[in-house]
Structure formats: C-alpha cells, structure tokens
C-alpha cells in the first residue's frame, strides 16, 4: 500500500493520515474487525462525538486507499486493517528510506547515523551486524 501524503512535522500515524484516520486505525488495530457504528461508539467514548456518517466517509477512504478490507456479515459491513500495526509502519518507513535514498543518496544515511547517536548499545550492534554482513554479501 502506498500512502501518498507523508507529512514530516505529523507525529505517529498523523504522518501517514488524517487525525480521524488515525483514530479509526489505532481503534480497528485493536479490535481487529468493526462495523461504522462500532467504530463511532469507541470514538465517542475517546474523544467528543463524531457523525456517522464522517465515520463512515473516513472508513470508505481508507478502505479506497487500500488499508482496509471489507466484508459483508448479512447486511452489515465490517472493516479489517489489511497490515498489523507494526507490518503498516515497517513497510511504510522501508519505503521512506528507500525514496530518500533514491532522490538524496548517500548523505542520508549520514544524516540517520547523525541521529542515532544517542540509540541504545543494541540498535548499534545490530546495525554494525547488518553493515558487516552487507560487506560479505559485496564480497562474494
């Protein structure tokens, strides 16, 4: 799935979506599969209330962008993300990386050594793991 709007000054999944976008997510990432009025009940019972039709409009938009499926159960639709949460944000910052590195090369991985300064001893180590092991794999 290819989510098109990155924003960089978003924080968690406001960076891939819009603040009712990553209510409903956080909400079905929990539940597993809601209907509309399921999803709007948790919502009421976060935040203030929400119509449900803009939940059913959010839901319908998400599921357009291919991070929801839906089945029908009789007449009733229910709505699954398609990603755990944690598979959405790997596969999401994989790409990031990927684009960055397209578009900027070398200085980017610069930058993110820069930022891992102050990253705890293991990250480090499992990173100098990966670097040796890409360096064996040019070898060969």
Same mark, same amino acid.
């Given at each position: 799935?290819?989510?098109?709007?990155?924003?960089?000054?978003?924080?968690?999944?406001?960076?891939?979506?819009?603040?009712?976008? $990553?209510?409903?997510?956080?909400?079905?990432?929990? $539940?597993?599969?809601?209907?509309?009025?399921? &999803?709007?009940?948790?919502?009421?019972?976060?935040?203030?209330?929400?119509?449900?039709?803009? &939940?059913?409009? &959010?839901?319908?938009?998400?599921?357009?962008?291919?991070?929801?499926?839906?089945?029908?159960?009789?007449?009733?639709?229910?709505?699954?993300?398609?990603?755990?949460?944690?598979?959405?944000?790997?596969?999401?910052?994989?790409?990031?990386?990927?684009?960055?590195?397209?578009?900027?090369?070398?200085?980017?991985?610069?930058?993110?050594?820069? $930022?891992?300064?102050?990253?705890?001893?293991? &990250?480090?180590?499992?990173?100098?793991?990966?670097?040796?092991?890409?360096?064996?794999?040019?070898?060969?």
């Amino acid at each position: 799935m290819n989510i098109k709007n990155f924003k960089y000054d978003g924080v968690g999944l406001n960076r891939f979506f819009g603040p009712l976008e $990553a209510k409903i997510m956080d909400i079905l990432w929990v $539940a597993e599969e809601l209907s509309i009025k399921e &999803v709007q009940q948790r919502l009421e019972h976060q935040d203030k209330p929400v119509n449900f039709n803009t &939940v059913m409009t &959010v839901m319908n938009r998400l599921l357009e962008k291919g991070v929801l499926e839906k089945r029908m159960q009789g007449r009733l639709s229910l709505f699954r993300p398609i990603q755990s949460k944690e598979e959405f944000i790997e596969e999401q910052s994989k790409k990031i990386t990927e684009n960055l590195l397209d578009e900027f090369g070398g200085i980017v991985i610069n930058h993110m050594i820069d $930022a891992i300064k102050d990253v705890d001893q293991t &990250v480090l180590e499992k990173l100098e793991q990966k670097i040796q092991r890409l360096k064996k794999d040019n070898q060969t």
